[in-house]
């Protein structure tokens, strides 16, 4: 064999190694991905119609941020929200985006994986396309089998179905989720992860005993879930405000994140799943840094089921939100990047 293929094959072994979590092996309690969610593509007042102006409506990011995530934070894997109606306009099936955002988009993915980190790309839809709720599961995979084309030969994204499906059928929830791993996986894009997220703002907390529309709850349909290649990540948020939503920047105790995450824990491991925190954040206090701490450590403890976690959020127009991590300004940052660091 030429040397060249030789490393190629190793190469190509090593990464397809990395790729496909098949087995629960313990990682030396240290998180497979750190990082942060890019908040801008998918913001919208509520009263825009959409798909809403660029600069006006929604926004890119600055990307040098990037370059300060990864080289000073060694984050590894970022979150972009997107909205699927400024990506694929008009109805689902359409094959053609929209040059431009697909170019941002584009742009943005190529940034991050160059720097060998993760991109995530996450529509923040609630599992609604134009104010409704997606109804054709067939649609919905015509949708990602579009957008997966474009993406399949770069095997550091990520494909995220949908994000904070709320005031649904969980069993919806879950054929949506198929749906989707269908059409990026006919796309030929095989080697990537694919995360997905329940129903019920997927809150960790309430993974066995929320439910949806249905009264079913994500511990009792999700675990149906195929993927050929074996490569699906369960994402779920999990907040440490009192109510575990994020709209609050108090914490009701230092060990709360145990305390919510025990269940899902449990319930990966007896379902032989993985799971990432895909949305977390604490206010700037002692008490919450201090259950930031206990939560991090508590997952890379559990490093055999937890991949990660990324904080929400960071972006050019977070202004004073609470929970900002955009350098260097952002509320939070000075407080929790050194944190995220020292759990990476
Ligand atoms: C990003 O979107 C803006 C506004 O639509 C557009 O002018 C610009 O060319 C896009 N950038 C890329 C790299 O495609
Ligand atoms: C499915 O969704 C479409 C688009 O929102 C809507 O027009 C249609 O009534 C829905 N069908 C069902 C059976 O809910
Ligand atoms: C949830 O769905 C029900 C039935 O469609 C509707 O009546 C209710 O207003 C919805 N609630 C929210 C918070 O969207
Ligand atoms: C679900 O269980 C958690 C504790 O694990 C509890 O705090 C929460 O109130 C429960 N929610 C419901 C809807 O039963
Ligand atoms: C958080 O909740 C407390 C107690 O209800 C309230 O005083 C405070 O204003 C809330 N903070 C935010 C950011 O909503
Ligand atoms: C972009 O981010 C970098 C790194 O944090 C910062 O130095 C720069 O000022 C930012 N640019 C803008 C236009 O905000
Ligand atoms: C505080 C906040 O905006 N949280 C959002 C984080 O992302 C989830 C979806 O993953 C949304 O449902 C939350 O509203």
């Known amino acids: 064999m030429h040397f060249t ?41 509520s009263t825009s119609s959409l798909p809403g102006t660029y600069g006006t409506d929604y926004t890119w990011f600055n990307l040098s941020t990037i370059d300060v ?11 972009i929200n997107i909205l699927m109606e400024r990506l694929v306009s008009g109805c689902m099936t359409n094959t053609a985006m929209d040059p431009e955002y697909l170019g941002n988009l584009t742009e943005t993915v190529k940034y991050i994986t160059q720097k060998g980190a993760y991109a995530m790309i996450t529509p923040m839809n609630g599992g609604r396309y134009y104010g409704s709720i997606i109804n054709s599961t067939s649609d919905f995979e ?15 994204v990520m494909f995220s179905a949908n994000a904070g499906y ?12 198929q749906a989707a791993i269908n059409g990026i996986r006919a796309a030929g894009a095989t080697s990537q992860y694919i995360s997905v997220e329940g129903s019920e703002l997927c809150i960790a907390g309430l993974w066995t005993n929320g439910t949806g529309s249905d009264s079913a709850s994500n511990a009792q349909v999700m675990g149906a879930l195929t993927d050929a290649s074996d490569s699906l990540i369960y994402q779920m948020s999990s907040y440490l405000d009192p109510a575990g939503t994020g709209f609050n920047d108090t914490c009701a105790s230092t060990t709360l994140g145990p ?10 491991q007896a379902n032989n799943k993985f799971g990432l925190v895909g949305a977390y954040a604490g206010g700037v206090s002692w008490q919450c840094t201090a259950a930031v701490i206990t939560m991090l450590e508590y997952l890379a403890e559990n490093s ?8 929400w ?18 509320v ?3 407080t929790y990047a050194p944190i995220i660091k020292s759990n990476d």
């Not at 995530?69 to 979150?79: A, D, L």
């Not at 993406?151 to 550091?156: A, L, S, T, V």
């Open 5 to 45: 293929n030789i490393l190629l094959a190793v190469g190509l072994l090593a990464t397809r190694t990395f790729a496909t979590p098949s087995t629960h092996n313990k990682r030396s309690d240290k998180l497979q991905f750190v990082g942060v969610n890019l908040s801008g593509p998918e913001l919208r007042a």
């Open 69 to 79: 995530f990864v080289s000073q934070w060694q984050m590894n894997t970022f979150r």
């Open 142 to 156: 015509a949708f990602w089998t579009t957008v997966a084309v474009a993406f399949k030969d770069n095997e550091r």
């Open 166 to 177: 709320y005031n649904m059928s969980t069993q919806l929830v879950r054929n949506l989720n």
């Open 259 to 268: 305390d919510r995450l025990v269940k899902a824990t449990a319930w990966l």
């Open 304 to 311: 055999d089921f937890w991949l990660g976690a990324l904080w």
């Open 313 to 330: 959020t960071a972006g050019p127009w977070e202004g004073e939100y609470m929970f900002s991590l955009e350098p260097t300004t952002g």
């Open 332 to 334: 939070a940052y000075s």
